[in-house]
């Protein structure tokens, strides 16, 4: 049976997006959402309990959910209009019982960890670079106080290395700055193995991905 058009257009995040029935689609997670699945099979494959901070769409968590049927998967967003939209992928997937329903959770409140508990595995997938670095340091904190010794984070995004880059991230940088001043490629070695230590993380893995992007797996120490 072919599937009913899309309803309309939205234009929110760094994107437009088309919705139907509540279900928004990201163009770019069409395109890196398989990349990014299969990464995390290869990465968190020791990783059963995973909460996604940021889940944006819901059809990263829809693919890396249908990759590894045995996870157990609790989404997050703080903006309603997307947790609506994880609402509906996991009902129009049929995946209730392995997808929890979206909480509203921002990585700057220090309390966000109060929300789960069992927790191995942390994901977040583009979002440290379009929001405030507080949101970033309050995902680490929270990481290093939720994870037990062994428990990965994976990022997935944009990077910088000691200030050097893609010329198209370097662009990327200067147009997210250019919307706002606290947004930004994050710096790895410079921001993100710091502030990893400093919450009792290390970097364990950096995996090259498509378009100049990266995973990156910090490891609970």
Known sequence: MD???????LSI???PREIQEERLFSPSAGRNKD???EAFGALMRDCRNIVEIASGTGEHAIAICKARPNLHYFPSDPDPQSRRSIEAWRRHENM???IAAALDIDSRRSDWIENFNGVDGIVCINMIHIA???ACEGLFKGAGK???VGG????YGPFMREGETAPSNLDFDRSLKSRNPDWGVRDIDRALVPLAHENGMVLTSIRPM???NHVLIFKKD
């Open 132 to 134: 405030p670095f507080a």
């Open 13 to 15: 995040a760094l994107e």
């Open 210 to 212: 498509p378009a100049n």
């Open 152 to 155: 990965k984070l994976f990022l």
């Open 146 to 148: 939720l994870l037990p």
């Open 3 to 9: 599937k009913p058009p899309k309803d309309r257009k």
């Open 35 to 37: 990349f990014i699945a």
């Open 96 to 98: 209730q019982q392995q």
